[in-house]
């Protein structure tokens, strides 16, 4: 039942990498992408990637956290690099239904980054 599973997140220290990834567990899916919530925080966009590869960011995290994806395996990508404490949040992926609107989200994953 479960569609979209997450794994990657951890806990690094400022500076440090993570790379996340989320796969779907069905044939096809349109735009994936990825959520952030901070504690007290609104849920935020990330980055979002086209069945295409384009690609759209926050500006928070344009320039170091590239997104990729991998149509064969249904799978999408958040390569999360330099990072601050201010990207602690809990990381949801996002996966757009091919043949009917709506989403499939994924269970989140944590990313704490302290030292």
């Known amino acids: 039942q479960v569609q979209l599973v997450e794994s990657g997140g951890g806990l690094v220290q400022p500076g440090g990498s993570l790379r996340l990834s989320c796969a779907a567990s069905v044939d096809i899916v349109g735009a994936m992408g990825w959520f952030r919530q901070a504690p007290g925080k609104q849920r935020e966009l990330v980055a979002t990637?086209?069945?295409?590869?384009?690609?759209k960011y926050a500006d928070s995290v344009k320039g170091r956290f590239p997104v990729s994806r991998d149509n064969a395996k249904n799978t999408v990508y958040l390569q999360m690099n330099n990072l601050k404490p201010e990207d602690t949040a809990v990381y949801y992926c996002?996966?757009?239904?091919?043949?009917?609107?709506?989403?499939?989200w994924g269970q989140g994953t944590q990313v704490t980054v302290s030292s």
């Open positions: 996002n996966a757009k239904r091919y043949f009917a609107s709506g989403d499939y």
């Open positions: 990637i086209t069945r295409g590869g384009t690609t």
